[in-house]
């Protein structure tokens, strides 16, 4: 599993687009008061359905795996020179 240098940071930005894409594909947005994880969750379910990325094996769907799984699904769209992706 690669690790990213600022993956926390990346992963609130995964949220913020991700929440961005479901609106735009129809979907109300998630509430104020939806924990990070359920988001996570959602997001991630919503994007293997789209094929937009690789679903994990069905022991890896935890947490933590699908949160790096977002992150990763963002760093492909971001440009190679972004600062987030810096070491």
């Known amino acids: ?6 993956e926390s940071q990346l992963l609130k930005k995964a949220i913020t687009i991700g929440q961005a894409y479901a609106t ?8 104020a008061n939806v924990s990070e994880r359920d988001k996570v969750e959602a997001l ?8 937009r990325i690789t679903p994990l094996a069905e022991e890896k769907q935890n947490g933590p795996e699908m949160r790096h799984k ?14 987030l992706l810096k070491n």
């Open 1 to 6: 599993m690669k690790k990213f240098t600022h």
């Open 70 to 83: 977002l992150v990763i699904w963002l760093a492909k769209q971001l440009p190679d020179d972004h600062p």
């Open 44 to 51: 991630y379910r919503l994007l293997v359905a789209d094929k």
């Open 24 to 31: 735009a594909r129809g979907y109300s947005a998630l509430p």
